[in-house]
């Protein structure tokens, strides 16, 4: 489709193997039935995800995308950055990769074992001073929902050399305002609108 960055949700099995999956459990998108650490990856790999479709480890996501679109990891299970990072490195994929997450301890995490990779922190709230909270994370980005995201944030962001990234806007007049915000990047399940947008620009 032409698309420049790819997000997607990492999870940690039990033997500490990093796997491709939106929810902490399996239920809603396998055959099987529990939560996503509670899993190996061989039993992991044994469901069923749509059509004969198996649940991806990252180290096959990155050999998918590396060298054809940035990789936006948002590290969603406890404790996954450590494991993360190790195959960004293994990978060489230190810049073809942004580490994100709900939890700004674990953008903290991935700055202490690497410094090199960048990182954004996500949130849904509208804070009293957006660069303190992406200092205190010591993340390059922030990744603010469409709902909080307004011109004083990209502003203050602006002046301290933060970009930011935006999700998720889906319809043409919400894409509209996220593009005349002038924001770094845009999340979306409608790509195909956004790029069309995009082109007519």
Known sequence: MGVDQIEI??????????????????DRTTDGHGYVSDFSLDEIKDLDAGEGERIPILEEVIKLTKGRAILQIELKGLDVEEETVKIVEKYDALYGVVLTSFRHKA????????????????????????????????ADAIHPNINYVDKEMINQARLHDLKVRVWNADDEKTLSKMISLGVDAIGTNRPDILLRMLNRN
């Open 107 to 138: 953008v903290k995490n991935v700055k202490k074992i690497n410094p090199i990779i960048e990182t954004g922190i996500l949130f849904v709230c509208q804070p009293v001073d957006v660069v303190q909270l992406a200092n205190s994370a010591h």
């Open 9 to 26: 949700d990492v999870h940690l099995t039990k033997d500490d193997r990093v796997v491709v999956i939106h929810d902490t459990s399996v």
